[in-house]
């Protein structure tokens, strides 16, 4: 079991393919923001805005990112970076437990 | 949009009937726990250990509480008590978003 501790989480749920993933914000001390996400069996697509890394905390998904025509499963304690303002495949065939943080300045240089 | 300030928040999610329902542990400050969780569309029984709150964020749920032979309807901003070691029924129509508080010490004497 791991925590963040000293956050600000946001009450209501954010819900989206009709509920078939929510997630709960958290804002950090340093106004920097992840999201605590689970996602039922299915198949999506997600647009970036910001740059992102996804952290499998359980389960596990199917990944195809922006530019790749490969798909690659993501365990719990995989993570894989999207670039901001891109588009992303996933598939979940059991489900996905995930932390997502927000990268507002980008994904470090390579 | 309301927030819990200054919590612990535990990473994995508590997942439920198959992941239709699920939810995050928040910890305060005082130690006192509550969970923020979601329900898809289902019929549901809960087992309670400690008495609690379920106060409804988003959505509504029809209610049979324990001793009870009538179904109320809960949506945002409502909530309602249930006695420790007991039993409630749930329907959720659409889904509900609910933020459950977990009193240790028991419901307050009436």
Redesign the interface.
Known sequence: ?????????????N?YFG??V?S?T??FEDGKKKT?G?M?AGEYSFDTGAAEIMEM??GAMDVKLPGSDDWKTFKAGESFEVPADSKFDLVVKE?A?Y?CAYLEDGLPAC
Chains 1, 2 share one sequence.
Do not use: H
């Open positions: 079991m791991s925590e963040f501790n000293n956050v600000t989480v946001v009450r209501e749920a819900v509920g078939k929510t709960r958290v804002i605590l689970f039922l905390i359980g489900y437990d932390c």
